[in-house]
């Protein structure tokens, strides 16, 4: 991570957090990303001298701009050209921190207010082409909240990521009477949705797959919400009522858009993992979960095999790891309704040897996790078995998805 002083102030890109901050905030969180330790060194694209809006047609185009030393300078009063580049750096460094502990907070500056500038048609185009070029990104190296579906690909909350800069693009399009970028844009959020679509009555049909269904449920509910957040930019307003009607609000309205995959998905999420649904906030103070991408959080309440991992994390020692799980039993208080941190004390219990009763590891337990792993609560509910515990959710869904018939 860079010096502070090196760092320019908070508000030091016209207004907006400067780009060496910006990209300081994702060093932070994903300093793997940075080591050497991602990607693997065949995966790399070619360095090359190009602007950073020309970074991003590769599957690891995000990981280019990133690396790139052609980030615009701070100043009071960019360039067009300066603006589209930060443009390009701002969603760069989303996707590459989105599914990390602390998440870089740009995805406003990306909808509400980057698409609305003025600029010359050329920097309209070039961020239009970008954006459009968002389904290229291969996020599976930098998110553990993925799900590959024969016939329909990977799907993710990185898909609201982009459907949420698309949303954006759509009306920045229709505000500079971009008609043809429009439509191409409008396309590919109809493209991305029934993809989505397609994934989830894939997955319905697929019994002995619950676990994914509801991963995937969870993933449409918020990809929904990001493409309404996308539509929702104040300058914006007066702009795409079609496509609003049409698009937006899919997992709250007219069930029968997408075959009502969008409100199946919502009803699951809803009923059984809404208290999953949080930022995980507990968790960005344990600094130890950030130093790898096997460490990232899948999405909850299936903890247990993360739970495994960090029993047998090899580059922790006693110390370390007890720091960690401290900062687990603490933040299973913390969060209400929540299940998942207590699945990844399962899944710890079952995998360390000794257990989290091991004497080794007690002593370095705080006192107020030494106190609460002998709650008689606690203990119940990490003693539930993971095949039984996911066999249960699987039977929630089923009877939800009964019920909506």
């Not at 990390?100 to 980057?114: C, E, G, N, Q």
């Not at 007066?238 to 899919?250: P, Q, S, T």
Request: aromatic share 10%.
């Amino acid at each position: 991570m860079e010096n502070p002083s090196d760092l320019e102030g908070r508000a030091a890109f016209g207004g907006f957090i400067g780009p060496k901050r910006l990209k300081s905030l994702v060093k932070n969180t994903s300093p793997w990303q940075f080591d050497g330790t991602f990607p693997p060194e065949a995966d790399r694209p070619a360095r090359r001298d190009a602007r950073l809006i020309e970074l991003g047609d590769h599957p690891l185009g995000f990981w280019a701009i990133l690396q790139s030393e052609s980030h615009p300078e701070a100043c009071e009063t960019p360039t067009p050209e300066q603006w589209t580049d930060y443009f390009a750096l701002c969603v760069a460094c989303h996707f590459a921190s989105v599914a990390s502990f602390v998440p870089t907070d740009v995805d406003t500056k990306i909808r509400s207010h980057l698409w609305f500038q003025d600029r010359p048609t050329a920097e309209h185009d070039r961020m239009r082409d970008f954006a459009l070029g968002l389904a290229r990104w291969d996020i599976t190296g930098i998110s553990a909240r993925v799900v590959d579906v024969d016939g329909a690909g990977p799907v993710s909350g990185h898909d609201g990521e982009r459907l949420s800069v698309l949303g954006g693009a759509y009306l920045g399009c229709l505000k500079i009477e971009d008609q043809n970028g429009a439509e191409a844009v409008l396309a590919a959020i109809e493209a991305e949705l029934s993809r989505e679509a397609q994934a989830f009555d894939t997955l319905v049909r697929s019994y002995g797959r619950e676990r994914d269904l509801l991963i995937v449920a969870a993933a449409m509910t918020h990809n929904a919400g990001d493409l309404d957040q996308g539509f929702s930019a104040e300058k914006g307003k007066r702009f795409g009522a079609d496509a609003k009607a049409a698009f937006g609000r899919l997992a709250h309205d007219e069930p029968k858009r997408f075959g009502g995959a969008f409100i199946k998905a919502a009803a699951l999420y809803k009923d059984i993992l809404a208290s999953e649904g949080h930022r995980h906030y507990p968790l960005r103070e344990i600094r130890p979960l950030r130093a790898h991408p096997r460490l990232l959080l899948p999405v909850g309440p299936f903890f247990d095999q993360w739970g495994e991992t960090l029993a047998t994390w090899p580059e922790w020692d006693l110390c370390t790891r007890a720091h960690v799980i401290d900062g687990v039993v603490q933040a299973c208080g913390r969060v209400a309704g929540q299940k998942g941190y207590y699945r990844a004390l399962a899944g710890f219990d079952r995998s360390f040897g000794g257990g989290l009763e091991s004497p080794l590891l007690v002593r370095n337990f705080g006192s107020a996790t030494r106190r609460d792993l002998k709650d008689p609560e606690l203990r119940q509910k990490i003693a539930v078995r993971r095949e039984s515990f996911e066999s249960s959710l699987g039977k929630q869904a089923r009877k939800v998805l009964a019920s909506l018939r």
